[in-house]
């Protein structure tokens, strides 16, 4: 396993679980403790830590993390284990049990066959399964790879490929489904190979940067130094160089691997893991985390160093259980419970993406970013903001988080600036999650493999149709190319991004970039971390609303940024939104400027707005008039008719109920109006208008009622 630690360094304990730290491990771990073990072997293409004795192997499934989940087993032959992994279907085990052999196992008919190699010419240094539609299991020996078709029916493997170098050593992960294979006297040349359900992609041959030692050696570098990463569903390569002290980093493409600068390191050993797109460097001497999202240009840490925290263990805090004879634990539990763990222990190895496996103490840990940690931890509210609105292994919090950081930059009253860009982040963010579906969970479709058909390019190189690539929030954007263009399958591995509709064309194809697979991809589907208007408007203004009553300039201020980034994105606003501006506006008696906002639709017109205008009018006639003017343009027939009576224009509702037909409104609300004015000749117009134009009206109630008052205004008027 990769990034093993040495024993010869100091241990670190824990001091509970009130420490300050970015990331954290959660007690209790998935417990692999089995008599007789042969070691702890981690199989990243089905996520299984499999721990085999003398006739069994046992396998645990480590994503979805469950530390209490239950093992698995299978049995299997007397013998040394070298490295042991079950098919991509989980069919076949394979156990490699000597340089020159390898023996398989079907779970379906228990039959056994062996694989071996050239005893004088070759040795095999490992082995994995993959995806890719050419081949079942690559072999990789010191003379290349073998690339084979696994048929189990006739007990055999069926050589397709050899692709002969030498190699020394090797590193492969199945979620980048990228092999590199080292070569040289220092172990720094590297041919490499992806293959995944899209082919086969040979990268072109390049060498890894080390510094001269003082003694002008020659450093070797190991295998342990090499740390393949999918970030944003890009995939890096990491190197550590131990004589400059920094870690190399490098971006693979399908004809270049492009250096992407250095990061300083303060421990000779370095461990890796990725944690929702974030890049955990583990200094193992120092004993601290470094988090760096390469997301940014910037190549600086997200915040300080910090040490790994242990949270939960009831130990750390201080916790004594007591439990009844019938949940008394085993031996080794009521031992793992009594002592708290050590940070970088001896037999600490780190998985990528998340996991730590103690096979010291066989322990799986998964590891956690402290969201909430780094929020107040850190003096940029932007670049949180921007940092918080990428993540989505727990978009809940982030999208707290981020609310909360809205909020009180408000009610610090910060300059309008640092606001204003505060609010342009979160915009963006939800119109990119409106055009890429992420916002809505459980919206998006699932495409499968079969679904996906491929073509062979002018060029004569594999292209998937279907190709992806990840825009600058590391999701995907399906995209097609021009004639002559090559295209190539882009997936991002954990990401749970979808793909929008896009053409572009790119200058060559060195600009196109290798990435993961697209089965890690549908692995996981996540909800999105990002912010509605309806939410600004529910959880950051409604809630200060009264302790900003006292500056409702600045608010005003607020809400005219708000709406100018929701118009650059066009996303629509919800007229509870327009409501408030024009609330404020009036509170702070600014009727000249709402009049202009009104005239430049920059408050979008609406029913809502509307009646606010004309509650607010009370205190502004033209505020009012603003109002009904809206409705009419809206064709709110029913509703203007009633403004106008209301402002006592009877008449001029009549007419315009008579143009557009408006026959829904009772006659009586216009007679009440026009007996009201104490002028009879109104009244007797509007008696003459329903006896004209509405059918009936001679014989109702209303027309008996409104002539006997018509009569006894006459008279009054002719005494």
């Known amino acids: 396993m990769q990034g093993e ?7 670190v304990r824990l001091n509970g679980s009130g ?51 239950d093992p698995l087993s299978d049995p299997i032959t007397e013998g040394p284990v070298l490295s042991i992994r079950y098919s991509l279907d989980a069919k ?29 010419s070759e040795s095999i240094l490992g082995f994995f399964w993959t995806d890719c539609a050419t081949c079942d299991i690559v072999f990789v020996k010191t003379s290349g790879l073998d690339l084979f078709i696994c048929d189990s029916e006739s007990k055999s493997l069926r050589l397709v490929e050899s692709k002969r170098m030498n190699v020394t050593w090797y590193v492969y992960t199945h979620e980048s489904r990228l092999v590199l294979l080292a070569s040289g006297l220092q172990c720094k040349s590297f041919s490499g190979f992806q293959l995944s359900s899209a082919g086969i992609v040979r990268l072109p041959k390049f060498e890894m940067v080390m510094a001269k030692s003082d003694a002008n050696g020659k450093p070797v570098l190991a295998a342990e130094d090499i740390h393949i990463i999918t970030v944003y569903g890009m995939i890096y390569c990491l190197q550590v160089d131990k004589v400059a002290m920094v870690l190399h980093c490098y971006r693979f493409y399908r004809d270049a691997v492009v250096p992407q600068g250095s990061l300083p390191i303060y421990s000779s050993k370095i461990a890796v893991n990725v944690v929702d797109n974030v890049l955990l460097i583990h200094q193992v001497d120092a004993k601290v985390v470094i988090l760096y999202d390469i997301f940014l240009d910037s190549r600086a840490p997200i915040s300080a160093p910090l040490p790994l925290l242990l949270r939960g263990h009831p130990r750390a805090r201080g916790i004594t259980f007591r439990l009844s004879d019938k949940d008394e634990p085993s031996s080794e539990v009521r031992e793992a419970t009594n002592h708290e763990p050590i940070l970088y222990g001896d037999g600490w190895t780190f998985l990528v993406p998340d996991l730590i496996c103690d096979t010291a103490n066989s322990l799986i840990w998964k590891i956690h970013l402290d969201l909430e940690a780094i929020y107040a931890s850190s003096s940029d509210v932007l670049l949180v903001l921007e940092f918080l609105q990428r993540r989505k292994l727990e978009a809940k919090k982030a999208k707290q988080l981020c609310l909360t950081i809205a909020r009180t930059i408000i009610l610090e009253r910060r300059p309008l600036s640092i606001v204003a860009r505060a609010l342009d982040v979160l915009i963006t963010s939800y119109s990119h999650a409106i055009k890429t579906g992420t916002y809505f969970k459980g919206m998006r479709p699932v495409e499968t493999l079969a679904s996906r058909t491929q073509h062979v390019s002018s060029l004569g190189i594999l292209v998937d149709e279907s190709s992806k690539r990840t825009d600058q929030w590391g999701n995907l954007v399906r995209t097609e190319f021009a004639s002559g263009v090559v ?5 991002s591995t954990f990401s749970g991004s979808d793909s929008e509709e896009e053409k572009y064309q790119l200058p060559g194809s060195s600009t196109i970039p290798l ?16 912010i509605s208007l309806d939410e600004i408007s529910q959880f950051v203004l409604a809630p200060i609303d009264e302790e900003m009553a006292d500056d409702p300039a600045y608010l005003v201020a607020i809400m005219v940024e708000l709406l100018h980034s929701a118009n650059l994105e066009r996303i629509r606003v919800h007229p509870n939104l327009y409501v408030l501006t024009v609330q404020l506006l009036v509170c702070t008696k600014r009727y000249a400027e709402l009049g202009l906002f ?39 027939h029913h509703d203007y008719i009633l403004s106008l009576v209301e402002d006592g224009c009877y008449l001029e509702a009549l007419r315009y109920a008579r143009k557009y037909k408006v ?46 008052i018509l009569n006894e205004m006459n008279a009054s008027v002719a005494t």
Not at 92 to 120: N, V, Y
């Open 19 to 69: 420490a300050l730290s970015h990331v954290y491990i959660q007690y209790p771990p998935t417990r692999c403790s089995i008599f007789d073990s042969k070691g702890l072997f981690y199989d990243d293409g089905n996520k299984l830590l499999l721990s085999p004795t003398s006739g069994q192997v046992l396998s645990w499934k480590v994503v979805p993390f469950d530390p209490y989940v």
């Open 663 to 708: 026959n829904d409104i009772r006659p009586s609300l216009f007679l009440d109006a026009a007996r009201s004015s104490n002028d009879p000749q109104h009244l007797a117009a509007v008696l003459r208008f329903f006896l004209d134009f509405t059918p009936g009206f001679k014989n109702t109630l209303d027309h008996a009622e409104y002539c006997h």
């Open 515 to 530: 990435d993961a697979d697209i089965c890690e991809q549908l692995e996981s589907q996540i909800a999105s971390a990002a």
């Open 5 to 11: 630690t040495s024993s010869s360094q100091p241990n």
């Open 487 to 491: 295209s190539v399958n882009h997936s």
């Open 92 to 120: 076949i085990l394979a156990i490699q049990r000597s340089d020159h052999e390898i023996q398989f196992w079907s779970k379906e008919t228990g039959e056994i066959f062996t694989q071996r190699c050239r005893r004088e």
């Open 598 to 636: 009104i005239i430049n639709k920059i408050i979008e017109p609406s029913k809502e707005v509307a009646y606010q205008l004309l509650e607010s009018g009370r205190q502004n006639f033209q505020t009012r008039k603003l109002g009904v003017d809206m409705l009419r343009h809206l064709t709110l």
